[in-house]
């Protein structure tokens, strides 16, 4: 019951940043004049509708995604007008992809009104077109931020103290981590020092310390040297000193690189603290880049989910779907017996990190994301200065219809990663454990 409730409000908090990310295409887009016909949550058939004003509102029945109808996003190929004086489609077919345009842009003109025009997405400035089409995402990143900050400002972050909570009895490098020690392996220092669990830290060779993260840096800037530390014990202030050891151990800087760094053999005891607002956007600054590294090599990971798929170890930190994160979900809030206030933080965070994806995924310059139009809006001011610098006439809006082509590769390739990943996360899902 308790995984069932995880997913089931997982999927919800999915649905509601989808709906969320279209409410930031609809109102600037209303709020400038143009006109919205539609304004949907998930695709296929309509489950449900409702029509409220000139604008239908509805849910369909694969809840994966959303979209808002915004009339005239492609505008003519040229602005032929009749004898009345209103815009008319020109026929074409000169080949494959100008049909392709032509279609398009007969579909849709097909329902609009004369009296429409002024209202056509397409002859919106070009700032009110980045504006409308940034809004989705920039809602999506809006959400990250309020759900990152609940999660470490209320809830808080687990940070290391200076508190010792065990002292290994071995030096075991990170390779080897997790088997039992033998005799063959050397006692650590920390054990030979009779350092002992609740001894707080205070000196290392006479420099004071704040944090752990100070302990664990001249740890491994020590060697083999001899260390004096300074700790508390039961509130009575001693001292000893003990060689460090050199053991190999993922770099702090580069986890994918180990290096010969001192060891001591202690580890800290973790609390819960809250953070305040400049953690927040110092963490959100970091998983942006981790998220944006992510999204490059994405392509490249989408292998190793095809290896996976038959047969294959799955990554624990490679892409998954929706069905992948809603496994997540479930296993997040039933995983070492959670409190409630563990659960809720768990979700939010889940939450969270999807979002900024969204956010940074939406933005990629191609067709048919959010970013190829801005980019589209961008290139069409950024001709028309070049035009009015040369003293040329204007060359008029970016005729989208002409990436048409680009847009349905590209929808292509994402339908096909997403049933890639769907088919993975139910036949060799990614655990946390």
């Given amino acids: 019951m308790m995984y069932a409730l995880g997913v089931v409000v997982f999927l919800i908090g999915v649905a509601a940043s989808i709906a969320l990310h279209e409410v930031g295409h609809m109102w600037p887009a209303k709020r400038f004049g143009v006109k919205v016909t539609q304004f949907f949550v998930g695709f296929g058939r309509t489950v449900w509708s409702v029509k409220r004003g000139e604008t239908e509102y509805g849910i369909k029945a694969f809840p994966l995604g959303g979209f808002v109808k915004l009339v005239g996003m492609l505008p ?3 602005e032929v007008r009749d004898r009345e004086g209103h815009l008319v489609v020109r026929s074409s077919n000169t080949g ?3 049909q ?3 279609d398009a842009r007969a579909a849709e003109y097909e329902d609009i009104d004369p009296a429409d025009e002024d209202r056509l997405f397409y002859r919106r400035p070009w700032w009110q077109k980045v504006i409308v089409m940034a809004g989705g995402p920039t809602v999506n990143l809006v959400i990250a931020t309020v759900l990152f900050a609940i999660s470490f400002m209320a809830f808080g972050v687990s940070v290391p103290t200076t508190t010792v909570s065990q002292v290994s009895d071995c030096a075991i490098a ?5 088997r039992a020690c033998t005799d063959e392996d050397p006692v650590t220092p920390a054990r030979k020092a009779g ?10 060779n006479g420099e004071p310390i704040e944090d752990w993260s100070e302990v664990t840096t001249l740890i491994r800037r020590n060697g083999d040297r001899a260390a004096t530390i300074g700790f508390e014990r039961d509130g009575r202030p001693e001292e000893v000193t003990v060689n460090t050891s050199v053991l190999a151990r993922a770099s702090i800087d580069d986890p994918e690189r180990v290096e010969n760094v001192g060891f001591l053999g202690v580890s800290p005891t973790f609390v819960t603290q809250k953070q ?23 392509p490249a990971r989408m292998v190793g989910v095809v290896q996976a798929a038959f047969g294959a170890e799955r990554e624990a930190d490679g892409p998954i779907s929706v069905v992948g994160a809603s496994r997540v979900a479930g296993e997040l809030v039933t995983t070492d017996d959670p409190t409630w206030g563990e659960r809720t933080q768990r979700i939010i965070s889940l939450l969270a990190s999807l979002n900024l994806f969204l956010w940074l995924f939406n933005l990629v310059p191609l067709l048919p994301l959010d970013g190829g139009h801005i980019a589209g809006a961008l290139w069409e001011e950024v001709r028309r200065r070049i035009a009015r610098l040369r003293g040329r006439p204007d060359p008029g809006f970016v005729d989208v219809a002409k990436m048409l082509p680009v847009a349905y590769a590209v929808g292509l390739v994402l339908m ?15 655990r946390l454990s």
């Fill in 416 to 430: 096909i990663m997403g049933v890639v990943l769907i088919y993975a996360d139910i036949v060799n899902p990614v």
């Fill in 276 to 298: 305040g607002p400049g953690f927040v956007v110092a963490e959100m600054g970091s998983m942006i880049g981790q998220t944006a590294e992510a999204l490059v090599h994405l």
């Fill in 100 to 102: 392709m345009a032509t």
């Fill in 76 to 78: 003519p190929e040229h």
């Fill in 96 to 98: 494959l992809f100008t």
């Fill in 195 to 204: 350092l002992q669990a609740g001894d707080v830290i205070t000196t290392f």
């Fill in 174 to 178: 990170d390779a080897e981590a997790g």
